[in-house]
């Protein structure tokens, strides 16, 4: 994925630790900033070859790409609010996989989100928004009684069972990614980015194969 490789990474594997490194390199403040240049952004005008498809929230704090050290045509993301899955998510997903062919589907929460925050209160108080926000807070509704099925946790536990639930949820819904993974030619992630280091921590890993 950067300019000095000669290989882009292909199996879902190397494409996740590809993926992890360009964190740990936005992280400490050694981001290559790969494939931002002019002659990047011209030779994608005949298509895209993504490796990874990235469902994120639409947080200002969390831009994908730069937290991933990657550049243009290196990642397909898909982001609203919470990261919310519903049909034009999910189809998106699905054109990623078959017809873009990516290696990786990544579902990516993260710390001090105010989705999942929303979608607290409204569990704790029973008491869901009348507004047009109540469309994410039932979608991440189950991530919150998952995460407090055994008693109170943080919201931190609670953002580390969204990508959880919402990574599953994905391979439930989606049978062109679970033929990929189940032939071992896609893998699927769910992390969260922690906004204090700016670290992506991994809390779920499916490669099947």
Same mark, same amino acid.
């Given at each position: 994925?950067?300019?000095?490789?000669?290989?882009?990474?292909?199996?879902?594997?190397?494409?996740?630790?590809?993926?992890?490194?360009?964190?740990?390199?936005?992280?400490?403040?050694?981001?290559?900033?790969?494939?931002?240049?002019?002659?990047?952004?011209?030779? %994608?005008?005949?298509?895209?070859?993504?490796?990874?498809?990235?469902?994120? #929230?639409?947080?200002?704090?969390?831009?994908?790409?730069?937290? %991933?050290?990657?550049?243009? =045509?290196?990642?397909?993301?898909?982001?609203?609010?919470?990261? #919310?899955?519903?049909? !034009? /998510?999910?189809?998106? /997903?699905?054109?990623?996989?078959?017809?873009? =062919?990516?290696?990786?589907?990544?579902? %990516?929460? +993260?710390?001090? #989100?105010?989705?999942?925050?929303?979608?607290?209160?409204?569990?704790?108080?029973?008491?869901?928004?009348?507004?047009?926000?109540?469309?994410?807070?039932?979608?991440?509704?189950?991530?919150?009684?998952?995460?407090?099925?055994?008693?109170?946790?943080? !919201?931190?536990?609670?953002?580390?069972? +969204?990508?959880?639930?919402?990574?599953? +949820?994905?391979?439930?819904?989606?049978?062109?990614?679970?033929?990929?993974?189940?032939?071992?030619?896609? =893998?699927?992630?769910?992390?969260?980015?922690?906004?204090?280091?700016?670290?992506?921590?991994?809390?779920?890993?499916?490669?099947?194969?």
């Amino acid at each position: 994925m950067t300019e000095q490789t000669t290989a882009t990474p292909s199996t879902p594997t190397d494409v996740w630790t590809a993926l992890k490194e360009g964190n740990e390199r936005f992280a400490t403040d050694e981001a290559l900033a790969p494939n931002r240049d002019t002659a990047r952004r011209q030779s %994608l005008t005949a298509g895209q070859n993504p490796v990874a498809a990235v469902i994120a #929230c639409s947080d200002s704090r969390v831009p994908v790409e730069l937290l %991933l050290d990657a550049g243009f =045509g290196d990642v397909f993301v898909i982001r609203n609010a919470g990261g #919310c899955i519903d049909s !034009s /998510v999910a189809g998106s /997903v699905d054109f990623a996989v078959q017809d873009l =062919g990516v290696s990786l589907v990544l579902f %990516l929460s +993260h710390e001090r #989100c105010g989705a999942v925050g929303a979608a607290i209160q409204g569990v704790n108080s029973a008491k869901l928004p009348t507004g047009l926000t109540r469309v994410f807070v039932e979608k991440i509704a189950p991530s919150v009684l998952t995460a407090q099925a055994d008693g109170p946790v943080d !919201s931190s536990e609670i953002e580390r069972t +969204h990508a959880r639930v919402t990574a599953t +949820h994905l391979l439930d819904r989606i049978p062109s990614l679970r033929k990929g993974i189940d032939d071992g030619t896609v =893998g699927l992630v769910g992390a969260r980015y922690r906004l204090e280091d700016g670290r992506v921590e991994t809390v779920y890993e499916n490669f099947g194969g």
